[in-house]
């Protein structure tokens, strides 16, 4: 039988081929023993879940952490300050059910697909496949449930002032929310197809993406887009503003990542190196009107060709090719200081990248694919939702 090594190698080799060009850099097929594995010390398990995890979230201002779950709930863990102490999952950890359904069924109706934090870490929403939002305080309690939509919700994001929440749905519309009001200010209804994703421009206006290969800027109050960006040529997985609200990146099944802005219809640049789906993109907390503003601003892409890719976005130039990863990457997530890079990926592996050096810093491995990576505040721990049920929080530290 081949080693994993072997296999790893004989994978790389194969991208290697198909891409052409320089071949990037590339480490973890150096050397069998892997010297930056996060000790199991520094882990902490966290099980209660009973099926499998797809979403989690530190809260902006505390050390609680929220996970969703297939199994029709959320959950909020508190986590102690500091340290991991190993092996405390098995200690009467302090964590909160949040059911979305009553009685003991798992119905896949039900499964929490979405969630996110308001910006004073006071508010928990989740979105549920049943196609409804829920508000929930930091106590476990539903202060609210919002109702309105025809089919399960993709994506929610609360906006920066905290008074309105944006849902996006598979019934092709978006709502935005009057959260005190416990009630819908506004539907759009603009794409042919599911929307999948959306995100905040300003706390009145915000971006779209569908399946219908649009993405359509909108603004409460207008009933049409103020904006139209046509060009992908497949579905629209994820649509992301940098720092400043002056750049949206979106990428697709197309194979390609845009960057546009509001100045100009068509995009500004086409990010082609990826050779298969792009499942999600990030932007580096870097550059003007962020806490690191000497850093330069970087876009991260992760795909199904198992690759991470950064970009120069000023150039719309390939900065570096991330290959360690053996299946795609369903999730990536920057350093508060926006120094690394965690990926999480189907081949149930964590990867800490340097941003310096586009190299492997630390790397963890568990027990299942993982859906989702995410950094506390502080960029001292790191949560990572994996598909056999488990959430697993990780001390990072250099």
């Given amino acids: ?24 850099m590339d480490i973890s097929t150096t050397s069998t023993h892997q010297p930056c594995e996060i000790p199991s010390s520094d882990v902490t398990i966290l099980e209660g879940h009973t099926s499998e995890v797809c979403a989690c979230a530190w809260s902006p201002t505390g050390s609680l952490l929220a996970s969703g779950s297939g199994d029709s709930t959320a959950r909020i863990w508190t986590l102690a300050e500091g340290r991991c102490k190993p092996g405390s999952q098995s200690g009467p950890l302090n964590v909160l059910v949040l059911k979305h359904v009553r009685g003991k069924t798992n119905e896949k109706s039900k499964d929490v697909t979405t969630l996110d934090w308001n910006g004073e870490g006071t508010l928990l929403a989740t979105g549920s496949y049943d196609g409804q939002a829920r508000i929930w305080t930091t106590n476990g309690e539903l202060k609210s449930t919002l109702s309105k939509h025809k089919g399960p919700i993709f994506s929610l994001k609360w906006n920066k002032k905290g008074d309105y929440l944006l849902t996006g749905s598979c019934d092709k519309t978006a709502i935005v929310w009057d959260v005190k009001a416990e009630q819908w200010k506004q539907q759009f209804e ?30 409460i109050g207008e009933n049409r887009p103020i904006k139209t960006f046509a060009g992908h040529q497949g579905e629209v997985n994820c649509v992301k503003w940098d720092p400043t609200g002056s750049l949206l990146a979106s990428c697709s099944d197309d194979v390609t990542a845009k960057i546009w802005n509001m100045k100009q219809d068509t995009y500004l640049h086409d990010l082609r190196e990826h050779s298969k789906e792009i499942y999600t993109i990030r932007w580096s907390p870097t550059g003007p009107g962020t806490s690191n503003p000497n850093k330069k601003l970087v876009l991260a892409s992760a795909s199904f060709d198992s690759t991470v890719k950064l970009w120069d976005v000023e150039l719309g130039k390939l900065v570096y090719s991330l290959n360690a990863h053996r299946h795609p990457v369903y999730s990536v997530a920057f350093s508060p200081n926006g120094e690394y890079l965690a990926s999480g990926s189907l081949d149930k592996s964590m990867h800490i990248w340097s941003m310096k050096e586009g190299k492997i810093v630390k790397t963890y491995t568990g027990n299942g694919g993982i859906f989702e990576v995410c950094w506390n505040k502080e960029g001292d721990k790191i949560a990572a939702c994996f598909a056999n049920n488990t959430v697993c929080v990780l001390d990072f530290r250099m």
């Fill in 190 to 219: 603009f794409h042919s197809g599911p929307t999948l994703d959306v995100d905040w421009r300003s706390n009145v206006s915000f971006a779209t993406s569908s399946t219908d290969h649009m993405i359509y800027v909108c603004k």
């Fill in 1 to 24: 039988m081949a080693t994993d090594q072997e296999v790893k190698f004989a994978v790389k080799h194969e991208e290697n081929g198909t891409v052409g060009g320089p071949e990037p």
